[in-house]
């Protein structure tokens, strides 16, 4: 059978890419009918590609994680959007409540992280951005179940990518890397408030940091960490591009999702929160072509947040190692 440029079936990820773009499509449509915006979550278009082209995956094997986690963070981000004012407690505070409920429920769906931030970047104050949340999740989890189910890949379709993938997205085991995590978004978010420019830090940076420092060892964007900046501002800029030209419209995410796909193929690159930074115009407020420059500025910072760390992580293994 023909492979993707990821070594997976080539078909399997053409019907998971139609099926992720028709998903989107539908709640985009939900989220205008319903005058909901949030019920397009923006991590949706990352987990929603995920669980559609890998339905044996991490992600798509825990469908109650998928909806309690990021209702339970998205929950714990309006109550500190409505009791704080933006800045860095309030960041530090949504983000870390984040980890720990993904550290409690032990849970895979690190995109909930983005879920708890989104609300403070944004200000979102409303008690329906939870339900939203469970709106959008709950369908894909019922999409997960139905697929694997009415078309299960046999066993020998695993491609090792697929097995990377799951590592990737499994809890974290060590936690030693948090310090540094900490410092990259603490000076990202000093940035962003002293600039005026919210959206240095944008939520899923958080997500891709996350991933990024917790599975160094295994995490494709880590291995390409110059390329990020580059691969994440571009999902961006088609974003913004798609919502001037069509609004804020189903078709304009469905054109998002699509592009970010296929940026992210042609710069051979699998790293699914780009896909939520394509989505983002379309849930903010006079989106203009400033927020591309913000997320390459804010993804570069967390490129050479990443390599400082990787170096000194580096030369403390090399000095513990016995002469």
């Given at each position: 059978m023909p492979e993707s440029l990821d070594g997976a079936p080539l078909t399997r990820h053409m019907l998971g890419d139609v099926a992720a773009g028709a998903y989107i499509g539908g709640i985009a449509a939900v989220a205008q009918a319903t005058s909901?915006?949030?019920v397009l979550f923006p991590e949706l278009g990352a987990l929603s590609h995920d669980i559609l082209t890998r339905p044996r995956g991490t992600w798509a094997r825990a469908p109650v994680l998928l909806v309690v986690t990021p209702v339970a963070t998205g929950a714990l981000g309006i109550m500190i959007a409505r009791t704080m004012a933006y800045g860095l407690p309030a960041i530090f505070l949504a983000v870390g409540s984040a980890i720990l409920v993904i550290r409690l429920l032990r849970s895979p769906i690190?995109?909930?992280?983005?879920?708890?931030?989104?609300p403070v970047v944004l200000g979102v104050t409303s008690w329906w951005?939870?339900?939203?949340?469970?709106?959008?999740?709950?369908?894909?989890?019922?999409?997960?179940?139905?697929?694997?189910?009415?078309?299960p890949d046999p066993p020998e379709s695993r491609a090792v990518t697929d097995m990377l993938d799951d590592l990737i997205e499994a809890p974290p085991f060590d936690y030693s890397w948090i310090p540094y995590?900490?410092?990259?978004?603490?000076i990202d978010a000093v940035l962003a408030e002293a600039a005026g420019w919210r959206f240095?830090?944008?939520?899923?940076?958080?997500?891709i940091a996350f991933?990024?420092?917790a599975h160094a060892a295994v995490c494709p964007w880590a291995e390409r960490p110059l390329l990020l900046p580059v691969a994440c501002a571009a999902t961006g800029a088609a974003g913004i591009l798609f919502v001037g030209l069509l609004g804020a419209t189903p078709l304009a995410a469905v054109a998002s999702m699509a592009s970010g796909i296929v940026i992210l193929r042609a710069f051979r690159l699998r790293v699914p929160p780009a896909l939520a930074v394509g989505l983002l115009p379309s849930v903010i407020d006079h989106p203009d072509s400033r927020f591309p420059l913000a997320v390459g500025v804010g993804t570069l910072l967390l490129t050479v947040s990443f390599l400082l760390w990787r170096r000194v992580a580096s030369r403390r293994r090399l000095q513990s190692m016995p002469e």
């Open positions: 909901m915006p949030f690190a995109p909930a992280i983005s879920a708890g931030l989104l951005y939870p339900p939203a949340i469970v709106l959008g999740t709950g369908v894909l989890a019922a999409l997960a179940l139905a697929r694997r189910r009415l078309f995590f900490l410092v990259f978004l603490g240095l830090l944008f939520p899923p940076l958080v997500v991933e990024m420092f």
